[in-house]
């Protein structure tokens, strides 16, 4: 049996949360997105107590911070459609990729020995993605190389 996903190539998922980290993703996706030509969906996925959030209009206005954020420096960047979905950020944007041409998420840089390199979500997208992951690392103190350029 032939299981073939077909991956829009004109569409970059990214994760959104109101951390730094998604920032990062949203800054370095948009800058991706326009040398590919395609659009970007910002994804917040919500569910009660995430991410800081005690309602979904809490997690809108967080998703909504970063995006605008981001793209305050773009004059002529890629269309960005914003959304949120209910649910576990890691099955939901891993549901995502099946169509998308690449997820590109932030790291928290979380400190356990388990997820020194990656944080829960990242690790279980970067396993379970069916499009390439890109995970942007939380930079190191003082290490301007990893900073994200501005865009």
């Keep these: 049996m032939n299981m073939s996903i077909e991956h829009d190539n004109r569409v970059i998922v990214v994760g959104v949360d109101g951390s730094t980290g998604s920032l990062r993703a949203m800054r370095w996706a948009i800058g991706e997105a326009s040398l590919r030509g395609c659009a970007i969906e910002a994804v917040t996925v919500w569910h009660a107590g995430s991410y800081g959030a005690a309602t979904g209009q809490a997690a809108e206005d967080l998703r909504a911070q970063v995006v605008k954020e981001a793209c305050s420096d773009v004059s002529d960047g ?74």
Aim: charge should be negative; include cysteine; aromatic fraction near 2%.
């Design 78 to 151: 890629p269309p960005i459609s914003e959304e949120i979905e209910t649910g576990v950020p890691e099955e939901v944007l891993v549901a995502r990729s099946q169509r998308a041409s690449l997820l590109v998420i932030g790291s928290h840089g979380v400190g356990s020995i388990r997820h020194a390199a990656l944080g829960s979500t990242s690790e279980y997208c970067s396993r379970m993605a069916a499009c390439p992951v890109v995970v942007l690392p939380t930079p190191a103190d003082g290490d301007r190389h990893t900073e994200i350029a501005e865009c």
